[in-house]
Each structure stands twice: as structure tokens, then as C-alpha cells.
């Protein structure tokens, strides 16, 4: 169990992005009532930096 | 015999008053007789300021985590001031790692007392906020005390940095993916020891890491990101980036070359003062005797101030 636990977190960013960040900022949209651009839903673009954050600091190590 | 100049230093303080010792002096300037009477008056001393109502610490950690756990279901049913419970929720990550503190060193009971399970409990629930398990938290710091300013074998010594900004960086920086400080370092740490013990305390670093995450998911897809995000992510990184700047930068910053008893941690002054900085400013103390409690380190230290003069400390500050 414990090796794919480790395998889980290796790759933890990537599932946080899309997993917390991703609706955290279409929710922070939705209260300031802010719309997505490109008339996109917000949670799709909430996914897309996500999502790609996520990626990001996967593969830098770094979220910044 | 030629005399090296560090022969010249250690001869220095008595050969200035002319007053030069019969024994053999030692890097603070004191002989060996002397030092033996200091230590037995430090020891003295430091024994009136053990124990004491460090239950109080028990109480704050349960109550103070019953309150954040009711945060949750009050957040969800809506009925829930959520700037006020950020805050509270802030102060209850920072302020838990202090009652798990004493647990660590089993200040509210030792190993066979009656009321060890309340030791152990509170230990276990008060870093829960900041995702930290006392398995592992326990570990590190009794890690960092035996080593304490080791750069190998300090599991604490990548908090060191130059100044007081880049250290406010740094604990924000260590917690990245992929560097090597603060928990990553523990984990490594923890890996490298591979005892039964170290192997538990992983395999609950793990499994609380993962409940952390699956709780944060859980709401977030549910609707409750923004109140997940306050009373759980947010003050996490606002507590640990706060105790890993009060109690382990600001005590023991310049550590480079700083092992020795009296030398490993400093006596400062903060400027947000003696409560704000957890205590930390008579760290010292605690490394000495960590026996006593943290709110008696200041009585402790004007107490041992005279003692902790003659053995080289620096106590201007305070």
C-alpha cells in the first residue's frame, strides 16, 4: 500500500491543481461574481489553470 | 612548548586582571571546579521551574480542536463567521504546534503516569491543523535537540538563513514539491532511520497527508472550496511558515558552527514580544532543561540569568 501511496504523491501537484485549486478559483469567481473569459463555464476555467499549475509545479518542483 | 594562539585566547580573561587560575581553563575561561559549581547551582535553580500546571496545555489542545472541528459543519450549514473562524483557525494551527510541544518532551506526564494517555492525546491533536502527525513530529525534535545546529544531522537546520526576510521565504520555499526542507527533509530523515518507529511515524505522515488532501478535494468539489481553503489550507501555511520562524529560526539563527550547550540557541528580543513569539525568546532554557514547560521559560531564565553570564551567554538582550 505504501509504494502506491508514494506513487500518489509523486504526482500530488498535478491532483492538487485540478483537485483544489481548480474550484477554489471558480468559486472565488462565482462570489465576486466575475465571468470566465472566452465565454467559458467557470469551473472549466478553473480546471484549465488548475489543472496546468498543477502540471507546472509537478514537473519544476516549485509552485512559483 | 610553543603556545598557539588559541592557548593565548583560552589564557586571556585571567591573564588580563592578572589574576591567573591554578587550573587549566577551558574555552569559556573557567576551570573545571568552576564550572562543576556552576552547573550544580544551574541545576538547582532550573529544578523550581519543572512541572507545574501543565495541564493547562492538555485543556487548551482539546478545546481549542473541538472548536476548529465544529468549524467544518458550521461552515457547510452556513451559519459560520468565516473571517473570525480564519483567524481562530490560524491561531489554533500556530498556537498547537506550542501544547504538542510540551507533549513531545512529555511535560504534561512522563511514561507510566496516570495521565499519560493525555499526554499522548494531545500531542496527537494538536498538530493535526498544521498536517503534522506527533509520530513524526515527536521524532524530528528530540532529532533536533541531540543535534541540535548539526547541518547533517539537524533535521531542522534548513530553516537557517541569512536574515529574517529570506527566512520568512524560506519556510514558504522548504514546503515546495520538490525541495528538500522542512517535512521533505523529515520524511528523508524518517526513510533513512528505518526503525519500527521511524516506518509508523511515515506511514501516519503519509495516511494524514492523504486525509488532508482527500478532505480539501471532498469540499472543494461540494461547493465549500473557499470555506475549506480558510479554515484548513490557509492557516496551515500561516502556521507553519510562523513556527518555523519563531521557534526554529529567530532562537538558533546564526547556527553555522553553534553546538555547544550554551551556544545552540540565543537569548532575544522580539519585537512582537514574549506571548506573540511563543516564548521563544529564552529558547535557550528549554534546550538546557527541556523539562520546563514553555510558560515558565522566562521565570527560569531571570532566575538562571547571573549562571548563563558566567558561562559566556549572551544575555544583554533581555
Redesign the interface.
Known sequence: MEPALKKLFEIMPFLFGIGFIAPLIAQIMAAAQVAAPFGLDRTVFGLAIGGAWGLIANIRGRWL | MAVSETDLQVLAPAADTGDRSAFALGPDGLDRYTRRDLRKEEIAIAREFHGGRTWVYAVAAIVCFAVWVSFFPLAIMGVLNLPLAFVLSCVFATGGYVTSHEAMHSNIAQPGEKLRWLNELTGQISTIPIVFPFSMARMMHLEHHYHCNDPEKDPDYTDEAPNWWMAWYKTWYNR????NGSIHAYKRILAEMGTPAAKKAL?ET??L??FF?AT??AM??S?Y??E??LLW?LPRHIGLSYIRFYLSWAPHHPREGRQGRYENSYIFKSRLGHVLSMGMETHLVHHLYPGIPNHRTRAAYFALKPILKARGVDVSKL
Open positions: 515546495q514539491p520538490r525541495v506511514k503519509l495516511l497527508q492523504l488532501m480539501l478535494f472543494a468539489w461547493g472550496a473557499i475549506a481553503a489550507w
